[in-house]
């Protein structure tokens, strides 16, 4: 059966039928439940999975689909316990519950950093095989044979005697079996699904219209609001001509929240709440963030980097050996804010009530959006009901909550359920953005060529003080200085250290791949500019450093030749290098690249080798590498945030450009498969991809470029 979400015209329906509640759920058990005969006894051992009588085996999963394809794969790691099809399980979205669901890597109940497979790549296969082994007992039970004489196959089967079962048929009886502490997994050499292609189960509905997101959600009496935020900082609401909003068509309210730096527009559609929000002729004080301007904030972190830094890393004597060096480099290589910009605009469903509230939204987080709805309605917790839906996008700006406490702040004045939505513009100006780092690095080479110790020092914000302050150790933001700290090469002295500096009137958060997609384009261009310096080839001069890692060299060395590394390329092209161990995965991306006499960047062809361990869906892997790597190759190229007056310039994808197809390179992926533990996927690509680009435009032009994004003039009369 698959993964069965309702279309639009069920929600409708379902929500006309409830008269004022509910609505919904994309889960295939509560439509099963709506339109059959109730299941008698289901089995349910653990938080993970449910099988009713009528065979249908449920994943409740605890990590949240935004196009990574999770629902596929860890359908098929609790597939491959079971030893049934993907068309035998459905997908459940878990609730909010962060004693049943927290992520061991994450330490919350969260959906990020490419960790959801590493989490789950045991509990899931573990809940599962309770699951079958209650059921192979029971069917035993049944037959009066031993248990070790049965096997599992879509159900449970006894060679001996011919005899066989349906999950369905045995799920009562191993309802009432003790829950077994300790079960045994296959052996990756029986795995049957585990390391196939399996077809995503949400494409169809994604493709044919009947998914459901946050922002297709309607319920009973629902009205619609749209927000403006301050466009500063800090700021404040001074002015507004409230009847002018009023006398729209379809406008019914106007409300301010408490802080006065929040207002929204509620009317009968979005179209009436947008042009009564337009007619409000909003006037704002800025407030004390007034004077901010992109300049100033690096002008911060550049005195900031001057000071010493909390040492992330510290192996032999870096100064010395540099100090020492035949040939010494320094650099200052800066990345900029960046903006999620998902597809799918922020947006959230409420109806609170006196004594309750419930919430339709998509969100990464559902314990901590349960929780910013309870405090901003004072409400107890668990008087919040979550309804998580499908993301259209994230890149983590659905780590934060910001949208639902002012979607809370909102709706708790009105009696009626309303959905409020942020305009592209609105979602773009108030991100919590990817922040800004000054990096200074230094290195030194021997008369050989060789490095013989390096220096990085990190200065940025710590979005982990923020988000998840008993992370954040004697001033340590172990995020910001990820890939920096610890590289795939052997160097014998090296010396890390990270400045905490908080940038004026920005809000700073997770981006796909944060640290490392930072630290990587520092780290690989840096590494790049010293085996120029040591005039020897890229790829040999990392070689140098990889004697002892088998994997990193492994994938170094497929990229190479599968790229045709060293072969000759037309005037105005080049190849660029970049490796990495990041997410628990080791990747090497080749990048091949044509720079025009403008100083116009085309992208003709990228070569990935990875090695990410025991692969579950080979597809999955090579797509999320695409993805990324589109992602990461738009941004590089076009993208940063920038501030006048202490309000942010951009607004829309005309100013804050996504790559087109036309743009993109022709990508090659290439697996190592070994029986190592599953690495993270998701943002490997972005993280490799503004290295691979600053390398392959030094080898095509010769010009060296420490400063994303690089189509900022930056190769004008090149």
């Not at 959905?419 to 100006?429: A, C, N, S």
């Not at 970049?578 to 628990?584: R, V, W």
């Not at 607004?651 to 190592?676: C, L, W």
Request: glycine letters at 10%; a neutral charge.
């Amino acid at each position: 059966m698959g993964y069965d979400m309702p279309s639009r015209r069920f929600v409708l329906k379902a929500g006309a039928a409830a008269g004022g509640g509910l609505l919904l759920g994309l889960h295939l058990p509560s439509l099963a439940r709506a339109t059959a005969a109730p299941a008698a006894v289901d089995l349910e051992p653990n938080a993970f999975v449910r099988i009713d009588t009528r065979g249908t085996i449920t994943l409740i999963l605890p990590h949240t689909e935004f196009g990574q394809g999770i629902y596929t794969s860890s359908a098929m790691l609790m597939g491959e316990e079971l030893d049934v099809g993907l068309d035998q399980i459905a997908v459940e979205t878990a609730p909010p519950d962060i004693k049943h669901y927290i992520d061991p890597l994450l330490g919350d109940e969260a959906t990020g950093g490419s960790v959801s497979t590493r989490a789950d790549w045991v509990r899931l296969r573990e809940a599962a095989a309770v699951a079958r082994t209650l059921m192979v007992a029971a069917a035993a039970k049944r037959w009066n044979v031993d248990p070790a004489t049965c096997r599992v196959e879509r159900g449970i089967i006894h060679d001996a005697t011919g005899r066989s079962l349906a999950y369905g048929d045995v799920v009562s009886d191993a309802a009432q079996l003790p829950v077994p502490a300790n079960v045994k997994l296959k052996d990756p050499s029986q795995f049957k699904l585990i390391g196939t292609s399996a077809k995503r189960i949400d494409t169809p509905p994604k493709v044919n219209g009947t998914a459901i997101y946050g922002l297709d959600i309607i319920v009973p009496n629902m009205r619609f609001g749209t927000v403006a935020i301050t466009p500063v900082k800090g700021g404040k609401l001074v002015s507004m001509d409230e009847a002018a909003a009023r006398q729209v068509p379809g406008v019914h309210d106007v409300i301010c929240n408490d802080e006065r730096d929040a207002i929204a527009v509620i009317g009968d559609h979005m179209w009436a709440a947008k042009q009564g929000l337009e007619a409000l002729n909003l006037k704002w004080d800025a407030g004390e963030n007034g004077d901010v301007t992109l300049e100033t904030i690096i002008s911060a972190m550049d005195r900031a980097s001057h000071n010493k830094g909390v040492v992330a890393k510290k192996e032999g004597d870096a100064a010395a050996a540099i100090k020492g060096a035949a040939t010494q480099l320094s650099a200052i290589y800066q990345s900029p804010f960046l903006s999620h910009s998902p597809m799918e605009p922020l947006n959230c469903t409420l109806h609170i009530k006196p004594d309750s509230a419930e919430i339709w939204l998509g969100t990464q987080v559902p314990v901590r959006a349960q929780k910013a709805v309870a405090s901003v309605a004072g409400l107890p917790q668990d008087k919040v009901t979550v309804y998580n839906q499908l993301m259209g996008g994230a890149f983590g700006r659905r780590l934060d909550i910001d949208s639902v406490e002012v979607a809370a702040s909102i709706a708790k004045h009105v009696s009626y359920p309303v959905k409020l939505v942020w305009t592209r513009e609105e979602d773009l100006r108030h991100d919590y953005y990817r922040p800004y780092y000054y990096d200074r690095v230094a290195a030194g080479l021997d008369a050989d060529g060789k490095l013989v110790g390096r220096t990085h020092r990190v200065t940025g914000p710590s979005i982990l003080a923020r988000w998840a302050p008993p992370a954040f150790k004697n001033g340590l933001d172990d995020d910001a200085v990820l890939c920096a700290a610890e590289t795939p090469y052997e160097i014998p002295n090296e010396y890390v250290d990270y400045v905490r500096n908080e940038p004026r009137a920005m809000n700073t958060s997770w981006w796909r791949g944060v640290g490392p997609t930072h630290n990587l384009f520092v780290v690989e261009s840096f590494i790049d500019e010293l085996a120029h310096a040591a005039k020897q080839d890229p790829v040999e001069f990392r070689r140098s450093m990889l004697k002892k890692n088998p994997r990193a060299l492994a994938v170094l060395n497929l990229a190479a030749e599968k790229s045709g590394w060293g072969s000759p390329l037309p005037r105005g092209t080049g190849r660029g290098v970049e490796l990495q161990f990041a997410f628990g995965s080791y990747l090497c991306c080749i990048l091949e690249v044509e720079v025009t006499p403008p100083g116009e960047i085309s992208l003709r062809r990228a070569v990935v080798a990875v090695d990410c361990g025991m692969t579950v869906n080979p597809d999955t892997v090579e797509a999320q590498i695409q993805g990324g790597l589109i992602l990461g190759l738009g941004t590089a190229m076009y993208n940063e945030i920038t501030l006048t007056g202490g309000a942010i310039d951009q607004s829309n994808f005309h100013d804050y450009r996504a790559m087109r197809i036309n743009e993109a390179p022709k990508i090659e992926v290439y697996q190592i498969r070994n029986g190592e533990k599953p690495g993270g996927i998701g943002e490997t690509g972005t993280a490799a991809a503004a290295p691979a680009l600053g390398n392959a435009i030094f080898a095509a032009t010769g010009k060296r470029l420490r400063r994303l994004p690089f189509g900022r003039g930056q190769l004008s009369g090149t």
